[in-house]
């Protein structure tokens, strides 16, 4: 791999949920609920704060911009999540840019858990010497957002199917938040019956067909996520945090059968 030495970033305490997307869970004091996975603790937080890690989306080693791609997607994103809070209709354009958007909140999720996490290489710099290397997760989007299994949302044509916003009681979001759900005896695009995604805590957008009767929503949610869920205050069970953080922890430890 060839590269050359990336500038730093000026994004300091970088989100791994979007703040602007997270506030429709604040009470007046912009305070949010949140469980943390992978620290396995839960607490009250303002959103502005909430789910920052710094410096997250800096590479190590590639010379690229993510934090800047993932801003522009997201301020186009979050005025479209806004349209539809409202009550609005949507033009293709924008469509088509708010599934950028989700398509960013769930590849970025992939990875919430592996923040902090460094993992060591070689690079073959520009100048032809090699330097022993450890990559950031900024390193690790751009190298595998290519690579990863399954159909991108931007794939399946969700821009030309029905769109529905339900109306529900009280639901988290978090770095999992948007689900695809279909078969698995499909393949490609016809695998994906419908994708979800909370707008708020009372209204689920859902892209396709409708969710099949009695599905534990919450529970999948939150077993979809890699560290962060996110919820109005006095609605999530901070306790919880501790025990999926230990059970994945023992996961992790004992490996695959």
């Known amino acids: 791999m060839t590269a050359s030495q990336p500038a730093r ?31 396995g603790i839960g607490y009250h937080k303002s959103y502005k704060k909430a789910t920052v890690v710094n410096y997250v989306y800096e590479p190590a080693l590639l010379n690229y911009d993510l934090e800047g791609e993932y801003a522009r997607i997201e301020g186009a994103g979050i005025r479209v999540i806004r349209m539809l809070r409202d009550g609005l209709e949507l033009t293709v354009q924008e469509r088509t840019q708010l599934i ?12 919430a858990d592996r923040a902090e996490v460094w993992v060591p290489g070689v690079a073959m710099m520009s100048d032809g010497a090699a330097k022993d290397i450890e990559l950031r997760l900024g390193d690790m989007t751009l190298l595998t957002r290519d690579r ?52 708020s805590p009372t209204q689920l957008l859902l892209i396709g067909d409708e969710l099949p009767e009695g599905v534990p929503f919450k529970m999948r949610l939150a077993m979809n996520c890699r560290r962060w869920i996110v919820g109005k205050k006095g609605t999530l069970n901070f ?14 430890a004992e490996g695959p059968a």
């Open 239 to 252: 306790k919880q945090a501790a025990v999926i953080a230990a059970e994945r922890a023992k996961e992790r």
């Open 148 to 199: 990863e299994p399954g159909p991108k949302l931007t794939e399946l044509g969700l821009e030309e199917r029905e769109w529905t916003v339900w109306e529900v009681d009280d639901i988290p979001t978090g770095d999992g938040a948007v689900m695809l759900w279909g078969s698995s005896a499909a393949t490609g695009a016809d695998c994906v019956s419908v994708v979800t995604f909370p707008l």
């Open 100 to 111: 950028e958007f989700l398509e960013m909140h769930r590849y970025r999720g992939r990875y």
């Open 9 to 39: 970033s000026q994004v300091k305490g970088a989100h791994m949920v979007s703040s602007g997307y997270i506030s429709a869970w604040a009470d007046t004091n912009n305070v949010i609920a949140v469980l943390d996975l992978e620290e």
